[in-house]
T-cell receptor, first 111, second 116 residues
Framework: DAKTTQPPSMDCAEGRAANLPCNHSTISGNEYVYWYRQIHSQGPQYIIHGLKNNETNEMASLIITEDRKSSTLILPHATLRDTAVYYCIGGNSGGYQKVTFGTGTKLQVIP | EAGVAQSPRYKIIEKRQSVAFWCNPISGHATLYWYQQILGQGPKLLIQFQNNGVVDDSQLPKDRFSAERLKGVDSTLKIQPAKLEDSAVYLC??????????????FGQGTRLTVV
């Protein structure tokens, strides 16, 4: 599995875009980048994933650098409900899906 | 679609006692995971099943923890005997059989274990 590095915490003003970076310099060619978040006292929730191309869904956008060594999760208009710990994960080694979490980034959305 | 179900939600036991957690994954999901999440840390993978076979249990403390997934559906995780440091939230997750394709994992609400 790829080792990922994220800042431990970030603040974002409500209504502004939240840009959460992740470094995954050891990611291999067939490993996807996944983002999950965990709101207090709940199980982690899937947000988005990608391999090479940028991806967008109803929750967020994922920008992956061309060399695939880093990515950025973008929440376009952060709300107070987006306050959570966000995990960047490199997965799918060995021919099967593997989801291994690091320490994540605690995002605090400020009113 | 029903989510991943776990029970109980909370459990308090004394050290050296035994405890079991139950997980019912989303119907049709072949992959099932058990995680341990200690307060302030990210979830740590304990064991991963593909159908009823174990594909990764490298971080499972096998002297006290055991898990099974009979018939490739429900799963139980047992701790015997429990230690104080086992106090944590135990999360179950499931995902579709993926092979080399991508798939997301769905998590249950977890069981909060307190060992006193």
């Amino acid at each position: 599995d790829a080792k990922t590095t994220q800042p431990p915490s970030m603040d974002c003003a409500e209504g502004r875009a939240a840009n959460l970076p992740c470094n995954h310099s050891t990611i291999s060619g067939n490993e996807y980048v996944y983002w999950y978040r965990q709101i207090h006292s709940q199980g982690p929730q899937y947000i988005i994933h990608g391999l090479k191309n940028n991806e967008t869904n109803e929750m967020a956008s994922l920008i992956i650098t061309e060399d695939r060594k880093s990515s950025t999760l973008i929440l376009p208009h952060a709300t107070l409900r987006d306050t959570a710990v966000y995990y960047c994960i490199g997965g799918n080694s060995g021919g099967y899906q593997k989801v291994t979490f690091g320490t994540g980034t605690k995002l605090q959305v400020i009113p | 679609e029903a989510g991943v179900a776990q029970s109980p939600r909370y459990k308090i036991i004394e050290k050296r006692q035994s405890v079991a957690f139950w997980c019912n994954p989303i119907s049709g999901h072949a992959t099932l995971y058990w995680y341990q999440q200690i307060l302030g840390q990210g979830p740590k993978l304990l064991i991963q099943f593909q159908n009823n076979g174990v594909v990764d249990d490298s971080q499972l403390p096998k002297d006290r923890f055991s898990a099974e997934r009979l018939k490739g559906v429900d799963s139980t995780l047992k701790i015997q005997p429990a230690k104080l440091e086992d106090s944590a939230v135990y999360l179950c997750a499931s995902s579709l059989l993926s092979g080399l394709s991508s798939t997301e994992a769905f998590f249950g609400q977890g069981t909060r274990l307190t060992v006193v």
